[in-house]
């Protein structure tokens, strides 16, 4: 079994520039593809960035130029570094990890932007 907890989420002020975490621990092994999601209640779950297991990143064009995902590979662990927050990006961050064939989710963390 692979669980995933995240952290680092909670209230921000708009421009504000927390960053998530989320550490893979239990039955795994080898470099993994990570990466972030993210929901909005009523909405359907959309793909903020992920990172490969070579490195390689991409990200929704909403949070492109500021967010950034990055890795420690050592501790299993993804980040995202959010800059200049607004209202819209207000929602539950999901962290997953790709492992032999399957996709294991965090329990998501709520960012909430308001002043």
């Not at 079994?1 to 995240?6: A, T």
């Not at 950034?68 to 999901?94: C, F, G, H, K």
């Amino acid at each position: 079994q692979v669980h995933l907890v995240e952290s680092g989420g909670g209230l921000v002020q708009p421009g504000g520039s927390p960053r998530l975490s989320c550490a893979a621990s239990g039955n795994i092994f080898s470099i993994n593809p990570m990466g972030w999601y993210r929901q909005v209640v009523g909405k359907q779950r959309e793909l903020v960035a992920y990172i490969t297991s070579g490195g390689g990143t991409n990200y929704a064009d909403s949070v492109k130029a500021r967010f950034t995902i990055s890795r420690l590979n050592a501790a299993n662990t993804v980040y995202l570094q959010m800059d200049s927050l607004n209202p819209e990006d207000t929602a539950v961050y999901y962290c997953y990890v790709d492992f032999m064939t399957r996709r294991y989710w965090g329990q998501g963390t709520q960012v909430t932007v308001s002043s």
